[in-house]
């Protein structure tokens, strides 16, 4: 199961972003910080600053889970929203919602395949479709990955949601009829590629499902 990683961040006052939370913001990012705010379980909403190598180690975490030390306490939170520049590479402000780690909560699980399709060596090739699910489950028990096992594929056979091995108290939030990966014929993996094209990449995005927030620049 996923670990929540510890990081000390610094607490703004709210009295200080009132009427300038975009000059503030910028503030903050022109000294390595980003802002953040921490919400939920019926408690103010805390503004923060979090460092910035702080964040994307935040961000790669399975789970997106964290225990932040606040001005002396520790607070259990989760991700709940990444707000990026235009370009997708700057993370300007994050969403941090309280969490207890017996509460169920949803959240998005890599997908991790395992194996060489036996369909290789008949000219197949594998075809992932998709990459990562939505999961219910305790935050305490989010898994670092979903292993799928892939060797026992033939060309033309496929993975889909009802034969995933789920650890317990795990539930998919996904058609059971779900394709999550094939394995296909070069020559159709080609002809796919040519139609569908290369479109351009987006940044992760985290969305969230929140009653309060901090509105910040």
């Known amino acids: 199961m996923a670990d929540a990683v510890k990081f000390r961040v610094e607490p703004r006052d709210p009295k200080k972003n009132v009427g300038t939370g975009t000059r503030s913001a910028r503030k903050l990012r022109a ?4 802002p953040a705010v921490v919400y939920g379980h019926k408690l103010a909403v805390t503004p923060i600053a979090v460092a910035r190598d702080v964040v994307h180690q935040m961000i790669k975490t399975p789970g997106h889970l964290a225990d932040l030390e606040i001005g002396g306490t520790t607070e259990t939170v989760m991700i709940r929203d990444v707000q990026w520049d235009h370009l997708g590479r700057e993370v300007l402000h994050l969403d941090f919602a309280r969490v207890n780690l017996e509460e169920v909560i949803e959240t ?3 997908i991790d ?3 060489t399709p036996a ?4 000219g ?7 990459h990562t699910l939505s ?7 989010i898994p670092e990955s979903i292993r799928v096992e892939v060797g026992h594929l033939k060309v033309d056979e496929g993975l889909h949601v009802r034969d995933l091995a789920l650890p317990a108290d795990v539930t998919v939030n996904a058609d059971a009829d779900l394709l999550l990966a094939h394995v296909v014929t070069r020559a159709a993996e080609a002809s796919t590629a040519e ?12 969305k969230p499902e929140r009653k309060e927030k901090e509105k910040e620049g």
Request: charged share 20%; proline share 5%.
């Open 113 to 115: 395949f395992r194996g």
């Open 124 to 130: 197949g090739s594998l075809e992932i479709l998709v």
């Open 195 to 206: 139609g569908a094209g290369e479109g351009p990449s987006q940044p992760e995005v985290i």
């Open 108 to 110: 998005e699980v890599n």
């Open 135 to 141: 999961v219910n489950c305790k935050a305490g028990s």
């Open 31 to 34: 000294q390595g910080l980003v």
């Open 119 to 122: 369909g290789v060596a008949e």
